[in-house]
């Protein structure tokens, strides 16, 4: 980067600070991952100079023999991966493909089900603060005492509610869903049924889990979470909703598309489609059970009663009478970076919840397997019993970028 370092000293200097906040830090927000170096390469070229707006062989502007050419790679590899009938690559982001999707299929005013975001839904399934809820009427379903979906308890409020979209989905609910029988429910109401599967598109990816694309109508997602792929965005969906969600997507919602970052979603569905995927999305799962089964030894109180996926979320206020925020703020003490998050039906504040989500795509990326989580789980509850004391967190901090240096970034 010598361009960079010699035309702009001050984000040359925020950058470099970045690369080793990245490097000597354990990256363990669910959401988050460390790209490949030829994503990275692919994110940074000239392809972001290009006004695409419109779809491969049928463009607004010439010029385009080489954007069509690597957003059609993408569309293929999207769709060996997922299997669906027709893919999208051109959502800037997850909130703008769940808008677009929106807007695809329901008019101003119609009725979505969405899940809860305390228990474990997104900010764009409904919450009132959203530009969606504006738009859209949404109900909210619930998981049960036992962290579970009550599908019978979900059917009836369907069948009361009668919506026009049922959406699944989540950004903090560990279980894997009940696919088929969502499916029945939608049939019964004849509801068009959505899935948002950005936080799980990698361990659908790499097998690790059921795919949900037979059974869903639209499927929305980012690239950058499990899937580790660019930031960015993607809709999936049935031949028949192909043309409403292109025109949603440009016209509709977006105008000229993010072709190096397209190029860069073609990249990482290419390490998507390769056999050493999906030894990567198990073991995200391997190390999140760990995480699970290590953090409830320490006394942790485990949501949704464990994980089936790649993240966990704990009650650490109802554990050890730590909030979520102390917990956080601990924990980037000793360089470990996690979110403090709601818990179903929280009595504390969004700022200041009971609860800290953990995950661990992105430290599986740096090739950490069980052994490593036992011992970040060791540290994970010793910050957090000790948050005040700073003896404590700077001798675990030391250790954590002593683990760091072991398993470096660069791959
Ligand atoms: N911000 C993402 C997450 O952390 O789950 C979703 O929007």
């Not at 305390?118 to 379903?141: E, N």
Request: glycine share 8%.
């Amino acid at each position: 980067m010598k361009n960079l370092k010699k035309m702009d000293k001050e984000v040359y200097a925020a950058l470099a600070g970045e690369i080793k906040r990245q490097a000597e830090g354990l990256e363990m927000i669910a959401s988050e991952n460390y790209v490949s170096t030829a994503v990275l390469e692919a994110l940074g070229t000239v392809f972001t100079n290009k006004y695409s707006e419109g779809y491969p062989g049928n463009r607004y502007y010439g010029g385009q023999e080489y954007t069509d050419i690597v957003e059609t790679i993408a569309i293929n590899r999207a769709k060996k991966i997922f299997g669906c009938d027709h893919v999208n690559v051109q959502p800037h982001s997850g909130a703008p493909a769940n808008m677009i999707a929106y807007s695809a299929v329901l008019k101003p005013g119609d009725k979505i089900l969405g899940m809860d975001l305390s228990h474990g839904g997104h900010l764009t399934h409904g919450h009132p603060v959203t530009l969606s809820a504006k738009i859209y009427k949404f109900v909210r379903y619930k998981t049960d005492t036992k962290g579970k979906i009550d599908y019978d308890a979900l059917e009836k409020l369907a069948l009361k509610e009668k919506p026009q979209m049922i959406l699944a989905g989540f950004s903090a609910y560990t279980r894997n869903l009940n696919y088929k029988r969502f499916r029945q429910i939608a049939n019964k109401v004849n509801a068009i049924l959505m899935i948002d599967i950005a936080h799980i598109a990698g361990l659908i990816a790499g097998k690790a889990i059921p795919n949900p694309v037979p059974y869903f109508d639209i499927v929305t997602t980012t690239t950058h979470k499990t899937l580790r792929g660019p930031r960015g965005g993607m809709i999936m969906c049935k031949a028949k909703y192909a043309t409403a969600i292109d025109k949603s997507a440009f016209p509709g919602f977006q105008g000229g598309p993010h072709m190096n970052n397209i190029a860069a979603k073609a990249v990482a569905f290419s390490e998507a489609l390769k056999p050493e995927f999906k030894k990567y999305a198990q073991q995200i799962i391997l190390n999140a059970k760990t995480l699970e089964k290590e953090l409830k030894s320490y006394g942790f109180k485990i949501m949704f009663g464990g994980t089936d996926n790649h993240m966990v979320l704990v009650d650490v206020f109802g554990s050890k009478g730590v909030t979520g925020k102390e917990a956080e703020i601990a924990l980037d003490k000793i360089g470990i970076t996690i979110n403090k998050n709601m818990i179903p039906d929280d009595s504390r504040s969004p700022m200041d919840p009971s609860g800290v989500r953990i995950g661990t795509p992105a430290l599986t990326t740096r090739g950490m397997k069980e052994a490593e989580v036992k011992k970040i789980a060791n540290w994970i509850n010793a910050a957090i019993e000790n948050h005040k004391d700073k003896k404590v967190l700077d001798i675990i901090r030391k250790e954590v970028i002593k683990l760091c240096k072991k398993f470096p970034l660069n791959r």
